[in-house]
């Protein structure tokens, strides 16, 4: 294998790394409260333009923008839980995927409104440079990306499956009532649920603004992944929606190396359809 083919198969393993960590985020909502947010990639936009304003309205550097996306997604995955979500959850599906869609078009628009329709990036130097390993060249931003990106997804997996509050989360999702009898509060932990998912995809986008462009209107596609990555890995699997990104970053990669970067996608959505047509749960999902 050459070395060129070895830097575009790490090279898609880190980007698959971040793609797992914002999906991570959907998966937990879908698997706790059965609640579809077509939202979700516009939280990572709203996290890309913290690192944005941090960085160039602040003066801030990378240490900063991560934990200050994370902080304002989590802040604003409460915010949606109990101004939006805890209402339409009693309703029909249409109005869960309708609300969700107009929260959507709502940050979107707002993104317009509030940072004009231009493509903005961060300034040069911003966790900049590369690394050589081993023949195969790395840019900074992609190393720090990916490995903060795996690191946290690992961490999240680690909270749901081995904490008190992990626990407590995945009571509610298996059974609320029984929940609210062992004294669980069921609010609460759908809240922090969407605080934590709020929270992975804010620190994804601000990983992904050292390295993307940004603009009101990446959310689309992101949200486009992030769909994909979930349903690939299993509805509710957190190490399914690991395992998923990282295959998805790959086969990204090798379709731009070996096709073109216009066939990036159309690779992606024909491995999902074969996917959907072999096994519908997903990689560890469940039937």
Do not use: K
């Amino acid at each position: 294998m050459s070395l060129t083919l070895v830097q575009v198969i790490v090279s898609g393993l880190l980007v698959g790394a971040v793609y797992a960590l914002f999906s991570s985020g959907l998966t937990l909502i879908w698997g706790m409260m059965n609640v579809i947010n077509f939202a979700h990639g516009d939280f990572v936009m709203l996290g890309m333009y913290t690192a944005f304003v941090v960085t160039v309205w602040l003066h801030g550097g990378p240490l900063l923008f991560g934990p200050a996306a994370a902080l304002l997604l989590f802040a604003v995955g409460g915010v949606v839980y109990y101004g939006l979500v805890r209402a339409v959850m009693r309703g029909p599906m249409l109005a869960q995927v309708l609300s969700t869609f107009g929260l959507a078009l709502f940050i979107r628009y707002s993104a317009f409104w509030f940072f004009s329709p231009n493509f903005v990036t961060l300034p040069e130097g911003t966790l900049g440079g590369t690394v050589a390993i081993g023949g195969i060249y790395l840019g900074v931003p992609q190393l720090v990306a990916g490995g903060v990106a795996i690191v946290l997804t690992l961490g999240m997996y680690l909270l749901l499956a081995r904490t008190m509050i992990g626990s407590q989360v995945l009571a509610v999702a298996e059974d609320r009532n029984a929940a609210m009898l062992m004294g669980i509060r069921p609010d609460r932990m759908q809240a922090l649920a969407w605080g934590l998912a709020s929270a992975a995809a804010g620190i994804a986008g601000a990983l992904m603004a050292a390295i993307y462009p940004i603009s009101p209107t990446v959310g689309e596609t992101l949200a486009l992944t992030a769909f994909v990555v979930v349903t690939f890995g299993g509805f509710g699997s957190v190490p399914g929606a690991l395992i998923a990104g990282l295959i998805i970053g790959v086969v990204q990669s090798l379709s731009a190396f070996w096709f073109g970067p216009i066939y990036r996608d159309v690779a992606v959505y024909g491995l999902f359809v074969l996917m959907l047509w072999l096994r519908p749960q997903g990689l560890m999902g469940t039937a």
